[in-house]
């Protein structure tokens, strides 16, 4: 078997791989368990999200953003995308990775290359946040320097028991954890 190849989306079918990630990640979402429902109801509304789905490219455009795609041998396994929330600030958003993708690394990869587009964009700071319920996703970005701290932005109330919130500060990160 190939290795997972991790780079950025340049084309229309690249965007496209990516929405139907995206549309698969708030399935996994929806369909977890009653908490992680209710964060899809509040948040990701199926016409909200189709909208969102609809201006992706835009939402995360370079030079201040970007859309990563995971694949092996052509086949979309995973994805991630940053944008900037101020001028020194970015957030991490939507890193998904499928079943046939969890356990290889690829989430760790995809987030890896976020917190280095960003450093190399010139950010300070990189948040994003997961729902408490998923630890592996919470071992990844601990692991990777993050550290938990309060919403970053206006939250309904329900979400402090939700949701963990995460930053990372760029200039104590290291440059590519995963050639350490």
Known sequence: MSEIAIRPVTTAADLAAVVD?????????????????????????EEKYSALMGRLAEEH????????????????????MSHALSDTESEIK????????RGTG?????????????RADGFEKVYLDTSIAFAPARALYASLGFVERGPYQPMPDFTREAICFYELPLSDAPANALST
């Not at 455009?61 to 052509?74: F, H």
Request: aromatic share 12%; with cysteine.
């Open 106 to 118: 690829a989430g760790r990869a995809i987030c890896q290359r976020l917190v280095d587009q960003a």
């Open 21 to 45: 990630l995206c549309w698969a990640y708030r399935d996994f979402l929806y369909n977890f368990g009653p908490t992680e429902q209710r964060i899809v109801e509040t948040f990701y509304p």
């Open 61 to 80: 455009a370079r030079p201040r953003g970007i859309i990563l795609l995971a694949e092996r041998d052509g086949e979309p396994l995973g994805c991630g």
């Open 94 to 101: 939507r890193v998904f990775v499928t079943d046939a993708a």
